[in-house]
């Protein structure tokens, strides 16, 4: 089993920043990608951007290129979104998970674990 769970949200001003943390523990050694997903009242959730366990592969989103980051530290098990020049259109419910198997791939069906999600609001 792995638990994750996210931080970080909050409410900004357009063209502000957020980081998100997505902290895990338990079973972590078979976490091979750990993606952000978001899902804005009354649409479904989608992709944001994924990062494999090993220095290497990360994927975004197309709407979410250049303005968003996603990182590891290994040594605290940690994922991290670092997220500027937010803008509306970017509020959202904010999920990481994981996935037991290589590659990134863009469906929920995918992936393993979820967090409970951190909402970001993001006013014009």
């Known amino acids: 089993q792995v638990q994750l769970v996210e931080s970080g949200g909050g409410s900004v001003q357009a063209g502000g920043s957020l980081r998100l943390s997505c902290a895990a523990s338990g079973r972590t050694s078979t976490n091979y990608v750990t993606a952000w997903f978001r899902q804005a009242p009354g649409k479904e959730r989608e992709f944001v951007a994924a990062i494999s366990r090993s220095i290497g592969p990360t994927d975004y989103a197309n709407s979410v290129k250049g303005r968003f980051t996603v990182s590891r530290d290994n040594a605290k098990s940690t994922v991290y979104l670092q997220m500027n020049s937010l803008k509306p259109e970017d509020t959202a419910v904010y999920y990481c998970?994981?996935?037991?198997?290589?590659?990134?791939?863009?469906?929920?069906?995918?992936?393993?674990?979820w967090g409970q999600g951190t909402q970001v609001t993001v006013s014009s």
């Open positions: 998970a994981t996935r037991s198997v290589p590659g990134v791939v863009y469906t929920t069906m995918a992936y393993n674990y």
